[in-house]
């Protein structure tokens, strides 16, 4: 298949190591545990794993803070296992990429705790140093980015937690540490790298304006030239901040050692412009296949994008997106629209059986950094307990961080220990065994739509054509190359829609999770998925 790369092909899988597997009975998800379940995602049809850091951290941010790049956390095993790890995926025809989290360290990196002794440290230019907190600006987990450090009496930049100090990039002695430790990585046989927040690498530490920094492609150049250059390997770019144009130039252009990039603009149709995620409205779905129809338009050109719904800061998509009390249709729905278009498909632990969210009654059940901080800071704004919790059961990241539910055992399979935190109670009706028995399951579903992908080009790079784009609960479009057309239906509603589609009626039902027949008055269902194909007979 010419030119038609294995990341392009790929489907990715990305583990949450604290969240999808016990193996010592801590209660804490660990690399053995991953590799006892390769086979698994082997048969659900997963060809890459992007792996969420296993690096040693004091876990203020869950392993997104970094102390040692180049050491594994205890709690997940030894490097040993990794190696193990790396082995066994190899061993299946499948690859691995890991999560590189370059933009800060944790403030207990060896670096950062001589930086913060002594002004005259070798280490202090690692990271970012003022005599005054300005310019003023907010972390993205509540209160200022700067912190004030006793021993040296001035402020150091953190646009995350205070405890994940960002890295000076413009410091050529910072940038070859970090080179030595990709290459280290990449030499131990991974086959690339997410790369976490990765165009804040850019900002000026002076001006520290965001998003598209003015030294974002000359590191970008750099990193690919002393690391990636040459090899066959995979990164995804984290670029919260660019706009899609951008991510498409940036991907189109070899020597930035960009395969793809994730682009959020999509999964903003429950905020309120500009408000933030915190800020929720119902979410708006025929803005977000209107955001994506663009997106198509824009990779039509070259560069390369990735395909997602949700990830370990995303909440479960089909208690967003879909809907809880029509649970399998929805999340086969979702899955139809979103991984059939042009790009690399991305899972999610656990959304692969609809996984749903969780509605924990104290704030004290609640883990991550973000939504601790975010309780504090709106109790302070005056917002009273019921409207925050309202806001993390929509938006709180331990939503899609509740262990895997693999069966109705005791904490659904996960572990015989009392899991980091609570399972959700449905496990017991939603869980990978009872999802592959049945046969009409999300599961089930979602398997044999990878299957159709892999085994059909035009699913992968065709064109792309929006069908009805004015229709406002249905995404129907086309994938076609020279060989194959694909109709591919979703009604992202409740609500039972009818459409013309005689145009398609000699097209052959691939795929559909309910009856459906195309003609001039077609009866979507809702939440209807639905997948047709054609063969272009070539002229003898
Ligand atoms: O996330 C980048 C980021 O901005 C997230 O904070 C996300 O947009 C927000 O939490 C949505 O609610 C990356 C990692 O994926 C995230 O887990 C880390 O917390 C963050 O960077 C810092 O490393
Ligand atoms: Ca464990």
Known sequence: EKNLTWWKKG???????????????????????????LNYLKDLGVDIIWLSPIYESPMDDNGYDISNYLAINRMFGTMEDVDELIYEVHQRGMRIIMD????????????????????????????????????????????????????????????????????????????????????????????????????????????????????METYLNEMYENCFKGRDIMTVGEMNGLSLE???????????????????????????????KWHIKKPDMFEMKNILIKNNEIFKKGGWNALFLSNHDQVRQVSRFGSEKMRTKSAQALFTMSLLQRGTPFIYQGEEIGMT?????????????ETINWYKEATVQGWSHEKIMATIYSKGRDNSRTPMQWNKEIYAGFSQYEPWLQVNPNY?????????????????????????????????????????????????????????????????SDKQVTLDLEAFSKYKLMLSNDAIELSKQTMIKPYQAAIFMEEIWQLR
């Open 100 to 215: 590189l989290v370059v933009n800060h360290t944790s403030d207990e990196y060896p670096w950062f705790i001589e930086a913060r002794k002594d002004r005259k440290s070798k280490y202090r230019n690692y990271y970012i140093w003022k005599d005054e907190p300005t310019p003023e600006i907010h972390s993205i987990f509540s209160g200022s980015a700067w912190e004030y450090n006793e021993q040296t009496n001035d402020y150091y930049f953190h646009l995350f937690s205070k405890k994940q100090p960002d890295l000076n990039w413009q410091n050529p002695e910072l940038r070859k540490e970090i080179y030595h430790i990709i290459n280290t990585w990449l030499n131990k046989g991974i086959d690339g790298f997410r790369m976490d927040v990765i165009e804040l690498i850019g900002k000026d530490i002076d001006t520290i304006r965001l998003g598209d920094g003015p030294y």
């Open 246 to 276: 951008r991510a498409e130039e940036l991907t189109s252009r070899e020597n930035m050692g960009l395969s793809m990039t994730f682009n959020f603009s999509h999964l903003s149709v429950d905020e309120e412009k500009g408000k933030g």
């Open 428 to 492: 017991v009706e939603v869980n990978v065994l009872d999802e592959m028995n049945n046969f009409d399951s999300v599961y089930n579903y979602l398997k044999q739509m990878l299957k159709l992908r892999k085994t059909h080009r035009a699913l992968i790079d065709g064109d792309f054509e929006a069908i009805y784009p004015e229709e406002k609960d249905t995404f129907i479009y086309k994938r076609s190359n020279e060989k194959e057309n694909f109709l591919i239906i979703s009604n992202l």
């Open 11 to 37: 489907v990715v899988y990305q583990i949450y190591p604290l969240s999808f597997k016990d193996t010592n009975n801590d209660g804490i998800g660990d690399i053995k545990g991953i590799i006892s379940e």
């Open 357 to 369: 969210g969780i509605r924990f009654i104290n704030i004290t059940d609640y883990k991550d950094i």
